[in-house]
């Protein structure tokens, strides 16, 4: 077992090492500086849990802090994937099971893989377990129950990430899916806006259960043995591994593509046909570009997903309970922008799916593009503009929403909005089509939730998507300088006449790019993924 699962970790670095060489330096500098920046911050969060463990006078207090904190470690592992939609690396078992190698291997490379949906959580624990080791009120022992406590949640992480996998791949129940797990976790945050701030300050500092597992890990950790503790601890291990191998064997013999191709023969006409057919109102070929682009983008289950997120997501789980959880009724500025900062959260995370990568989703199709007498400037304007429409499509959804719950929201707020989302999609096309064509990559757009993207992605998404709201600062700044509202939209209409020079510039360098680049970006385009999805 030690052998294939060294050639199949031996064969997916190999797979990464090859892509290097078309990276140029200065991007993979970039890249490597804003990730070690990243990291780097939860190292020296992790360096602070070392420090603060390794105090013997604090032992006491440990035993109620410890909890709390390794269950805001199981929470951030199962939940962050779940809200970033991105599941990290994993296991491409489509390319392995012609392989004579056991499913004992597959799954504990599965498990091992795991750790790429949190590694901060890792670096914090590691440093905790390197405080308790320093501490010499703690045994030198008791810190290695970490260890089958990690083992707990990578258990845990395997068996929700396969769960998920299939469920997601179903088209009747993927929504109903989505909007289950945006309930489940809007709970906390309503719970904590809502004016049950006392319970949750009970449940924390009250007496922790002993019967789970984070609280026994903590008590074993703390170097307190017992038979409760370790028959605890090792009995959530046991049903976690239970949980976690019994659906990897569920999603081995589990084929999406049947899936999604059920009920494919007595497909009818879409009730959507009269809006795909608007397109056709512009002269061909854009018309029919923006047609294909609307057509594929609606049936593409990971921007459904992503879109669906956007105005769920953010108005139950994020910016509702912030702006309104509370029972203060004065006015703040998210409470007066509510509406903005909730379509702010949907572009960024349609920012991916629409700007950054925008022949993604085409993959090896994309060369058509360049065979066709069809002008390159035409297919990034059909891209454009279909990406700008369904951008507004989503405003308008948001709009809705918070009219059907009776949110505050005047027509002043929603004109806002749109100014806004406008002005800022100019600037975000300007860079999605220099980085759809200097660093593509392929995507499948079947898979719901995508695996960990690359460092250069999400350098460029960390760097540009702050430098797009440059112009709307600049507007709300003068807004708040002036006290009046001629004075925002003033700054804003100037923001758009330079977002559209912005644009008009990149699109040029954009139509050199293709054309000197036209190998390159077919390759990249065409690639196909190692035996470990990355």
């Given at each position: 077992?030690?052998?294939?699962?060294?050639?199949?970790?031996?064969?997916?670095?190999?797979?990464?090492?090859?892509?290097?060489?078309?990276?140029?330096?200065?991007?993979?500098?970039?890249?490597?500086?804003?990730?070690?920046?990243?990291?780097?911050?939860?190292?020296?969060?992790?360096?602070?849990?070392?420090?603060?463990?390794?105090?013997?006078?604090?032992?006491?207090?440990?035993?109620?802090?410890?909890p709390a904190a390794l269950l805001l470690c199981f929470l951030?592992?199962?939940?962050?994937?779940?809200?970033?939609?991105?599941?990290?690396?994993?296991?491409?078992?489509?390319?392995?099971?012609?392989?004579?190698?056991?499913?004992?291997?597959?799954?504990?490379?599965?498990?091992?893989?795991?750790?790429?949906?949190?590694?901060?959580?890792?670096?914090?624990?590691?440093?905790?377990?390197?405080?308790?080791?320093?501490?010499?009120?703690?045994?030198?022992?008791?810190?290695?129950?970490?260890?089958?406590?990690?083992?707990?949640?990578?258990?845990?992480?395997?068996?929700?990430?396969?769960?998920?996998?299939?469920?997601?791949?179903?088209?009747?129940?993927?929504?109903?899916?989505?909007?289950?797990?945006?309930?489940?976790?809007?709970?906390?945050?309503?719970?904590?806006?809502?004016?049950?701030?006392?319970?949750?300050?009970?449940?924390?500092?009250?007496?922790?259960?002993?019967?789970?597992?984070?609280?026994?890990?903590?008590?074993?950790?703390?170097?307190?043995?017992?038979?409760?503790?370790?028959?605890?601890?090792?009995?959530?291990?046991?049903?976690?591994?239970?949980?976690?191998?019994?659906?990897?064997?569920?999603?081995?013999?589990?084929?999406?593509?049947?899936?999604?191709?059920?009920?494919?023969?007595?497909?009818?006409?879409?009730?959507?046909?009269?809006?795909?057919?608007?397109?056709?109102?512009?002269?061909?070929?854009?018309?029919?570009?923006?047609?294909?682009?609307?057509?594929?983008?609606?049936?593409?289950?990971?921007?459904?997903?992503?879109?669906?997120?956007?105005?769920?997501?953010?108005?139950?789980?994020?910016?509702?309970?912030?702006?309104?959880?509370?029972?203060?009724?004065?006015?703040?500025?998210?409470?007066?922008?509510?509406?903005?900062?909730?379509?702010?959260?949907?572009?960024?995370?349609?920012?991916?799916?629409?700007?950054?990568?925008?022949?993604?989703?085409?993959?090896?199709?994309?060369?058509?593009?360049?065979?066709?007498?069809?002008?390159?400037?035409?297919?990034?304007?059909?891209?454009?503009?279909?990406?700008?429409?369904?951008?507004?499509?989503?405003?308008?959804?948001?709009?809705?929403?918070?009219?059907?719950?009776?949110?505050?929201?005047?027509?002043?707020?929603?004109?806002?909005?749109?100014?806004?989302?406008?002005?800022?999609?100019?600037?975000?096309?300007?860079?999605?089509?220099?980085?759809?064509?200097?660093?593509?990559?392929?995507?499948?757009?079947?898979?719901?939730?995508?695996?960990?993207?690359?460092?250069?992605?999400?350098?460029?998404?960390?760097?540009?998507?702050?430098?797009t709201l440059a112009p709307v600062a600049l507007a709300y700044?003068?807004?708040?300088?002036?006290?009046?509202?001629?004075?925002?939209?003033?700054?804003?209409?100037?923001?758009?006449?330079?977002?559209?020079?912005?644009?008009?510039?990149?699109?040029?360098?954009?139509?050199?790019?293709?054309?000197?680049?036209?190998?390159?970006?077919?390759?990249?385009?065409?690639?196909?993924?190692?035996?470990?999805?990355?």
């Amino acid at each position: 077992m030690v052998s294939q699962t060294s050639a199949i970790v031996w064969a997916q670095w190999r797979s990464s090492w090859n892509r290097l060489p078309r990276s140029n330096a200065a991007g993979l500098i970039f890249s490597s500086g804003l990730t070690a920046i990243w990291y780097g911050g939860f190292a020296y969060v992790a360096v602070l849990a070392a420090i603060l463990l390794s105090r013997p006078t604090e032992l006491a207090a440990l035993y109620k802090l410890l909890p709390a904190a390794l269950l805001l470690c199981f929470l951030f592992w199962q939940a962050i994937p779940v809200l970033l939609t991105s599941m990290g690396a994993s296991l491409d078992l489509r390319k392995l099971l012609v392989y004579p190698i056991p499913n004992r291997a597959l799954f504990t490379i599965e498990v091992i893989l795991r750790v790429s949906t949190a590694v901060e959580m890792m670096l914090i624990l590691i440093g905790a377990a390197i405080g308790l080791f320093l501490n010499p009120a703690v045994p030198f022992w008791a810190p290695l129950w970490l260890a089958v406590f990690v083992l707990f949640i990578l258990f845990c992480s395997t068996g929700i990430r396969d769960l998920l996998a299939r469920l997601l791949a179903r088209k009747r129940i993927r929504e109903i899916v989505v909007f289950l797990v945006v309930l489940a976790a809007a709970v906390p945050q309503m719970i904590l806006f809502r004016g049950s701030q006392t319970r949750v300050r009970q449940f924390f500092g009250g007496e922790p259960s002993a019967l789970l597992p984070w609280t026994a890990t903590a008590h074993l950790a703390l170097g307190h043995v017992s038979w409760l503790n370790v028959g605890v601890l090792l009995g959530w291990t046991l049903a976690a591994y239970i949980f976690g191998r019994s659906q990897f064997e569920r999603g081995l013999h589990f084929d999406a593509a049947e899936i999604s191709a059920r009920g494919s023969s007595t497909r009818r006409v879409s009730r959507l046909e009269w809006w795909y057919q608007l397109p056709n109102l512009l002269p061909d070929p854009l018309g029919a570009l923006i047609e294909k682009e609307l057509r594929f983008l609606s049936r593409a289950p990971r921007f459904r997903l992503v879109f669906l997120m956007g105005f769920s997501f953010g108005l139950l789980l994020i910016w509702g309970p912030l702006a309104f959880g509370s029972s203060n009724s004065s006015s703040t500025f998210l409470k007066d922008n509510y509406l903005t900062m909730v379509s702010l959260y949907a572009l960024l995370l349609l920012s991916d799916a629409l700007f950054w990568n925008c022949f993604g989703f085409d993959r090896s199709a994309a060369q058509v593009y360049f065979l066709v007498p069809v002008k390159m400037s035409t297919v990034l304007a059909a891209k454009n503009l279909a990406a700008a429409f369904l951008v507004l499509i989503e405003i308008t959804a948001i709009a809705l929403v918070c009219a059907l719950l009776r949110l505050p929201l005047t027509g002043l707020q929603v004109l806002e909005a749109f100014a806004v989302i406008c002005v800022i999609t100019l600037f975000i096309l300007a860079v999605g089509n220099m980085s759809s064509l200097y660093n593509p990559r392929a995507v499948n757009p079947v898979k719901t939730v995508k695996t960990a993207a690359s460092s250069r992605a999400s350098a460029l998404l960390m760097l540009a998507f702050p430098v797009t709201l440059a112009p709307v600062a600049l507007a709300y700044l003068a807004r708040y300088a002036f006290n009046t509202e001629w004075a925002f939209f003033a700054v804003l209409i100037f923001g758009a006449a330079l977002g559209a020079i912005v644009y008009f510039y990149s699109l040029q360098s954009a139509l050199r790019a293709a054309v000197d680049r036209r190998e390159q970006i077919i390759r990249a385009l065409s690639s196909g993924e190692g035996p470990i999805e990355n």
